[in-house]
């Protein structure tokens, strides 16, 4: 079965990511949360309180899903983005939640930092969340679409796919409270992901959640 893991670091911004993460959970996949550390401590004091922190972190995340059980991960890279990426590989994971950049209006999604770099090569489909998504607690996904800008037939094979796992209606029009499947373009390298212009236009554009798959890829949350 596929896995979910949310990129989770306690900011307000990330509790969106985690909104997102538990509805495509109802599909029937695992979820996780991963937060990433970019170095180590030489001083074992001050590794002690890194450590700590970062599970605090995610015990906060745990908390607001109502899950104490929720895996955690903590992983130790100099890039947040390629931690995540090899975490997901290393778990068997098809799925990175991110939330939206701090900066974004409530509505929109703009991914960050982190989000990016795996939007440019990276070989795990990548959900971005629209900012403000935490705040709504009625939430949830009523349609999944597939992105206009889409030429991989992979996008509308996961889109249909997931609108039944979740038993909601498979559209045409995006939503504000749909998912949007967006393949990534005819020239990226098979299973990975490479946006063209179109594809990022639509992105700046969304008022829904994201999720950007790898060139082939099908990604199917429902276990079959």
């Known amino acids: 079965m596929s896995g979910i893991i949310v990129s989770y670091d306690g900011t307000p911004n990330d509790d969106d990511a985690l909104a997102l993460g538990r509805l495509l959970a109802r599909a029937g996949a695992p979820l996780a949360l991963a937060y990433v550390r970019h170095s180590r401590e030489f001083d074992p004091a001050r590794e002690e309180l890194a450590q700590h922190d970062a599970e605090r972190r995610l015990e906060h995340g745990a908390s607001w899903l109502g899950d104490p059980e929720i895996p955690r991960h903590i992983v130790v890279s100099a890039s947040t983005g390629a931690g995540l990426g090899k975490l997901a590989e290393d778990e068997g994971a098809s799925l990175l939640v991110f939330g939206s950049d701090y900066r974004t209006p409530p509505g929109r999604v703009e991914p960050g930092t ?6 440019e090569g990276g ?4 959900a971005v969340a629209p900012a403000g998504m935490r705040t709504h607690a009625d939430t949830a996904i009523t349609s999944v679409t597939v992105g ?5 037939p992979a996008a509308e094979s996961t889109a249909k796919g997931l609108a039944a796992a979740l038993g909601v209606d498979f559209t045409t029009a995006p939503t504000s409270s749909g998912l949007i499947v967006v393949g990534s373009q005819p020239s990226a390298p098979e299973g990975r992901v490479a946006l063209g212009g179109a594809s990022r236009q639509l992105l700046e554009s969304a008022r829904a959640a994201v999720l950007v798959l790898p ?3 099908v990604v199917s949350l429902g276990g079959g």
Request: proline share 0%; no cysteine.
């Open 148 to 152: 206009a800008a889409t030429e991989d």
């Open 215 to 217: 060139r082939g890829t």
């Open 123 to 126: 070989s795990v489909a990548i």
């Open 114 to 119: 982190s989000a990016q770099r795996l939007l």
